[in-house]
């Protein structure tokens, strides 16, 4: 007897049963701009430990006697003035994206996407591209700048689902791409694109990401570094003489210090100081969504105007922009190597 030792034909059962899946994940956002929806997000979002690391016996008090009862009827108002027909702007952006990935790649592979807070949860999108027959899956979440509390988090998340599992499926993870070329070009090509088109022209561009602890740099997590480098390498690459760029953080959550400086305080700063056009952008969030379309674009603008600037733009996000689109299926292939025809 004779064992086959070709590759079975791609029609052959076997092969059939081995699907390649791609995960798209993002942060999660509440089902419905209201507060019950919202409370029921940020409680779940509040309570991981690797967003909120304090001791549960100190911090659920707190998030459940306090937080939970003030910030959700705060955030609802918030996301009433950024949803969209197709709900929150996060979930819609991340779904064309991955319906964008889903026709670059092709057939080989299933795309679908997720969100760690939320729905549609990683638990149960990994559970339909198993049902599916996809014993190979891409988990790619898209933080461009690792952290514990975004990247960490997701890869937790799945793993408490594989727990679960007899027969697993065989776990691959996209990498932070914070300075990889594919990503700075992508932002660059789509930055230049979008100040071109402005009716003004900046004096300064502000690249806001969204703020941590900043306990959590002297804890070892390289985000601020990631950050950082992603805002030099954007610069060169972007080379315009005559605009000035600066970095900051946003969105800071609770008493702790944050990372600096504050994204509101430098708006405020710069137009004390006599700065009349301000664009912002903020390269570490993949797709538009509260932080984009309500902090920046909405109270940013207010802040700017009040202190005395005269022009505002919030940039938008890589989104399902042809340089973003390029750009993801750049990082998806290169981690599906091996697993899909090159
Ligand atoms: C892009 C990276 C992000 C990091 C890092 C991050 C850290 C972080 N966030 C909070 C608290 C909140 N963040 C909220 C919204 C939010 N955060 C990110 C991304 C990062 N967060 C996104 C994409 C969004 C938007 C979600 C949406 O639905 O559009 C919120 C909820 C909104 C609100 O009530 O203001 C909170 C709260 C902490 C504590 C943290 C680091 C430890
Ligand atoms: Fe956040
Ligand atoms: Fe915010």
Same mark, same amino acid.
């Given at each position: 007897?004779?064992?086959?030792?070709?590759?079975?034909?791609?029609?052959?059962?076997? $092969?059939a049963?081995?699907r390649v899946g791609v995960l798209i994940v993002n =942060?999660?956002?509440?089902?419905?701009?209201?507060?019950?929806? $919202?409370?029921?997000?940020?409680?779940?979002? =509040?309570?991981?430990?690797?967003?909120?690391?304090?001791?549960?016996?100190?911090?659920?008090?707190?998030?459940?006697?306090?937080?939970?009862?003030?910030?959700?009827?705060?955030?609802?108002?918030?996301?009433?003035?950024?949803?969209?027909?197709q709900?929150?702007?996060?979930a819609a952006i991340t779904r064309a994206q991955a319906e964008a990935m889903q026709a670059r790649l092709g057939t080989e592979v299933m795309v679908d996407w997720a969100m760690?807070?939320?729905?549609p949860?990683i638990?149960e999108r990994i559970?339909t591209l198993m049902d599916a027959g996809c014993?190979r899956i891409l988990l790619a979440p898209l933080?461009?700048?690792?952290?514990?509390?975004?990247?960490?988090? $997701?890869?937790?998340?799945?793993?408490?689902? =594989?727990?679960?599992?007899?027969?697993?499926p065989?776990?691959r993870?996209l990498?932070?791409?914070?300075?990889?070329?594919?990503?700075?070009?992508?932002?660059?090509?789509?930055?230049?694109?979008?100040?071109?088109?402005?009716?003004?022209?900046?004096?300064?561009?502000?690249?806001?990401?969204?703020?941590?602890?900043?306990?959590?740099?002297?804890?070892?997590?390289?985000?601020?570094?990631?950050?950082?480098?992603?805002?030099?390498?954007?610069?060169?690459?972007?080379?315009?003489?005559?605009?000035?760029?600066?970095?900051?953080?946003?969105?800071?959550?609770?008493?702790?210090?944050?990372?600096?400086?504050?994204?509101?305080?430098?708006?405020?700063?710069?137009?004390?100081?006599?700065?009349?056009?301000?664009?912002?952008?903020?390269?570490?969030?993949s797709a538009?969504?509260?932080?984009?379309?309500?902090?920046?674009?909405?109270?940013?603008?207010?802040?700017?105007?009040?202190?005395?600037?005269?022009?505002?733009?919030?940039?938008?996000?890589l989104n399902t922009s042809d340089?973003g689109l390029a750009m993801l299926e750049t990082l998806l292939r290169r981690e599906l190597?091996?697993w899909i025809p090159?």
């Open positions: 007897m004779t064992w086959q030792t070709q590759n079975p034909p791609t029609d052959h059962p076997l $092969v049963s081995g =942060l999660g956002t509440p089902d419905a701009p209201e507060p019950g929806p $919202v409370k029921r997000y940020l409680a779940e979002f =509040l309570s991981d430990r690797r967003v909120v690391e304090l001791p549960p016996l100190l911090w659920q008090p707190i998030l459940r006697g306090i937080i939970l009862n003030t910030r959700p009827k705060q955030s609802a108002h918030a996301y009433s003035q950024v949803w969209t027909e709900g929150s702007p996060l760690r807070y939320g729905t949860s638990p559970q014993e933080y461009p700048q690792y952290s514990a509390a975004t990247t960490a988090t $997701v890869v937790d998340k799945a793993a408490d689902k =594989l727990r679960t599992m007899r027969w697993q065989a776990l993870t990498p932070q791409y914070h300075d990889d070329p594919a990503y700075i070009d992508a932002l660059a090509e789509d930055l230049a694109r979008q100040l071109d088109a402005l009716s003004f022209t900046p004096e300064l561009l502000l690249l806001s990401f969204h703020g941590m602890p900043e306990r959590t740099l002297h804890l070892g997590d390289p985000y601020h570094c990631h950050c950082r480098k992603t805002a030099r390498l954007v610069e060169e690459r972007l080379a315009r003489p005559g605009l000035r760029l600066r970095t900051s953080f946003q969105s800071r959550f609770g008493r702790a210090k944050w990372l600096e400086p504050a994204t509101d305080a430098v708006i405020e700063e710069e137009a004390k100081a006599g700065t009349k056009r301000l664009a912002i952008a903020a390269p570490g969030f538009d969504c509260l932080e984009t379309l309500e902090e920046l674009a909405i109270q940013g603008r207010e802040q700017f105007t009040e202190a005395g600037g005269e022009h505002f733009a919030a940039l938008s996000c340089a190597a091996g090159g």
